[in-house]
């Protein structure tokens, strides 16, 4: 009988080994599976190209380009800032920092054959030119823009259209998604 129930034991090693062995080769397979996948997300990297186009009366009068290479997946977001820290004395003593320019953030998401796109771009300049030398307090104009909206890569996606209200002007934010590789 232990003769028996060490055969019986052998063959229960036995296949319990190639179990673990096939089990151990499908989660290689799946490993592999998802590192090749992972770098594939990574080798696809793409440049969002903005316009910033301000038009009067149907005119355009301006245009602004700016641009940022993004991973989608990889990096949560990406920003774009360009402008001054302007002082401002908030009470009397105590000085504080606003920024005026420029500020684009994105973050894109694969969607299929689109990709979902985050866009905030906020853009803040002085009410008067002569203000920017003056210890003053500083009248500032912002034009800000939150949007979410699908885009398709090699088209033109306008993010969003804005009225000034103290002048005929009129803004418009466009991007472009061009696959980098």
Same mark, same amino acid.
Request: cysteine-free.
């Given at each position: 009988m232990?003769?028996k129930?060490?055969v019986?034991?052998?063959v229960?090693?036995v296949?319990?080994?190639?179990a673990v ?5 499908e ?8 590192r090749a ?9 793409f440049?969002?190209d ?5 038009s009067?009366? !149907?005119?355009?009068?301006n245009?602004r ?6 991973v989608? /997946?990889?990096? +949560? ?5 360009? !402008?001054?820290?302007v002082?401002?004395?908030?009470k009397?003593?105590d000085?504080?920092?606003i920024?005026? /320019? ?9 969607? !299929? ?7 905030r771009?906020?853009l803040?300049n002085?009410?008067?030119?002569e203000?920017?030398s ?7 104009r912002?034009?800000?823009i939150?949007a979410?909206?699908?885009?398709? +890569? /090699?088209?033109p996606?306008?993010? !969003?259209?804005?009225?000034d +209200?103290?002048?005929?002007?009129q ?11």
């Open positions: 232990t003769k129930f060490a019986w034991m052998a229960i090693a296949t319990f080994a190639l062995a096939a089990r151990a080769q989660t290689t397979k799946e490993i592999a599976k998802a996948e992972d770098s594939e997300r990574v080798a696809a990297a440049r969002l903005f316009l910033l186009s301000e009067e009366e !149907g005119r355009k009068i245009t380009h700016y641009s940022m290479n993004l989608p /997946g990889y990096a +949560p977001s990406n920003e774009i800032k360009i !402008g001054s820290r002082p401002v004395e908030a009397q003593g000085m504080q920092y920024d005026v /320019g420029t500020n684009i953030w994105s973050r894109m998401t694969a969607r !299929g054959d689109a990709f979902e796109l985050e866009v771009a906020d803040t002085f009410a008067n030119a203000q920017e003056q210890r003053a307090m500083p009248l500032l912002q034009l800000r939150d979410s909206t699908l885009a398709v +890569p /090699g088209k996606t306008v993010v !969003g259209v804005v009225d +209200p103290n002048s005929k002007r803004f418009q934010l466009e991007v472009t998604v061009t696959k980098l590789r």
